[in-house]
């Protein structure tokens, strides 16, 4: 170790002020601040010379206070989960579901048991709100109820006219209806064997039926054809509006009716028309696609009356039996009954779903059937306006209907390529024919008897059926179109058929 080390270092003596050091230190503080300041504005004025700090002219931008949307939506879920924990779900699992189907979701996932489902519910109710599952319930039960009204029966006043319409059809039928079970039995006391030879007869007859004549009608398919009540004339309406005339056997023709301006859909005779009828009374009438409905006598080729009305297709006219009634098919899902005597409508029937297109009368003239696009058949009774029997077995539109005359056998074609026969004494189905390899267009009993039964199709061909039985005897072949419509004379001697091919045909027994 050095000298050097060994001495003691000096020590700095501190010095010593006296009095009082408050306004020193007043002098350093404000020579701190004044530095300070000097320095910060020279730093700030560099800054916006330099071009890096702007100061506005005095504008200012008020920032609008928003939450994020991520924000948003975390509140709204904790929003849903706390309404969630509210609601009260029912543990019935069949309850849970039919709350989810009155809502509208699915009632089931793929893998989800009752507890997942019935979180789903309560996640579903806590977006929706609690009280939809009640609306929605009462708006089931609202159109259950409506639902139920609708099917209930109502009935509204009628007219004084139709008071006495339906009197008159009552003391009208009820004395056809007593002679007719009167023949009914006079018949059931023929013995089985004579009716089972004039069975076979009959049957041997329809088996020899052939084509007698052919006739083209009209430029345009021909869409119906129907015998005089004297078996003399045969009456045919086209599609290009015209309705025509034709004597029988020998199919010349005998007057044009011109009158409508489109597709003609019925031209049918009144009963007695050429019999008891004058040639200056209305002896027929006919129907087209725009509504029109007209009266023609066998004296002029213009109507002597037009049947105003109908706002949709009139597919169908029919003549009650009694000739004072007139009976049309609407597309406005409605049929329609006329009374020529007081010259009015008095019955405006609706019931159908959607159009009619068929109707026919009983031979009594107490009941009218109808048939309709939605694949239903009535029946209906005019003298009291009820719906007595309701008809239902077709899967397609029902195309025609015509009464047996025995009173209690109706016959349906239809779209779905079958023909019904229905008993009306049991309210039920007899038989279903599988007729046709294609729609139905007409059906026909023999009107005679009833023996026989007659339908054309769209397979260009028309059948005939026996009755009862209902084995096929004969198939009428040689339309090169549609079979349209078909009719069997009031003698039962001849079929006529009228076809899409612009033709008609004449059928006989040899």
Request: aromatic share 8%.
């Amino acid at each position: 170790m050095s000298d050097e080390e060994d001495v003691a270092p000096a020590v700095k003596k501190s010095r010593v002020f006296y009095g009082s050091l408050e306004e020193k230190e007043r002098e350093r503080l404000s020579a701190n601040v004044a530095s300070s300041s000097a320095t910060g504005s020279d730093a700030v004025r560099a800054g916006i010379e330099a071009g890096n700090i702007n100061i506005s002219s005095g504008e200012t931008l008020e920032i609008e206070e928003r939450v994020s949307e991520r924000q948003q939506e975390a509140l709204a879920e904790f929003e849903r989960r706390r309404r969630a924990r509210q609601i009260t779900v029912s543990t019935d699992d069949a309850e849970v579901k039919a709350g989810l189907r009155a809502l509208g979701e699915p009632i089931t996932l793929f893998g989800e048991g009752p507890a997942d489902r019935r979180e789903r519910l309560r996640s579903v109710l806590s977006v929706v709100g609690p009280d939809a599952l009640k609306k929605s319930r009462k708006d089931e039960e609202r159109a259950k109820r409506s639902q139920d009204e609708c099917q209930q029966t109502w009935y509204h006043e009628g007219s004084a006219s139709l008071k006495d319409a339906r009197l008159w059809l009552a003391r009208y039928s009820l004395p056809r209806a007593m002679r007719r079970l009167e023949a009914a039995r006079t018949q059931k006391e023929v013995t089985e064997a004579t009716k089972t030879i004039r069975q076979q007869e009959l049957h041997k007859s329809l088996r020899n039926l052939n084509n007698f004549c052919s006739q083209i009608g009209d430029d345009r398919p021909i869409s119906f054809c129907h015998f005089s009540p004297d078996s003399k004339m045969l009456a045919t309406a086209s599609w290009s509006g015209l309705c025509k005339l034709w004597s029988v056997p020998d199919c010349n023709l005998i007057r044009t009716l011109r009158g409508h301006n489109t597709n003609v859909g019925a031209f049918v005779f009144r009963p007695q028309a050429g019999v008891s009828l004058n040639q200056s009374d209305v002896s027929l009438a006919s129907c087209a696609a725009d509504g029109t409905v007209k009266l023609w006598n066998l004296e002029s080729d213009e109507p002597v009356a037009d049947i105003e009305g109908h706002s949709e297709r009139v597919s169908r006219v029919s003549w009650h039996p009694s000739g004072r009634f007139l009976g049309t098919t609407c597309y406005d899902y409605s049929w329609r009954l006329w009374d020529l005597e007081v010259q009015e409508e008095i019955l405006h029937q609706e019931g159908h779903s959607k159009g009619v297109h068929d109707l026919t009368f009983h031979p009594d003239g107490s009941l009218a059937a109808t048939g309709g696009l939605d694949a239903f058949g009535r029946v209906w009774d005019l003298r009291t306006g009820r719906c007595v029997v309701f008809l239902e077995g077709h899967l397609k539109e029902i195309y025609s209907l015509h009464f047996s005359p025995n009173g209690y056998h109706l016959a349906t074609g239809s779209g779905d390529n079958t023909c019904k026969v229905w008993e009306l004494r049991n309210r039920k189905c007899l038989y279903t024919v599988p007729a046709h390899q294609n729609l139905l267009s007409a059906v026909r009993f023999q009107p005679t008897d009833g023996h026989f039964l007659l339908t054309g199709a769209y397979d260009n061909t028309a059948k005939v059926w026996s009755h009862p039985g209902w084995m096929p005897l004969k198939t009428l072949a040689g339309h090169e179109g549609k079979v349209m419509g078909v009719d069997v004379s009031p003698d039962g001697k001849l079929i006529a058929t009228c076809s899409y091919d612009r033709t008609f045909k004449l059928w006989l027994s040899e």
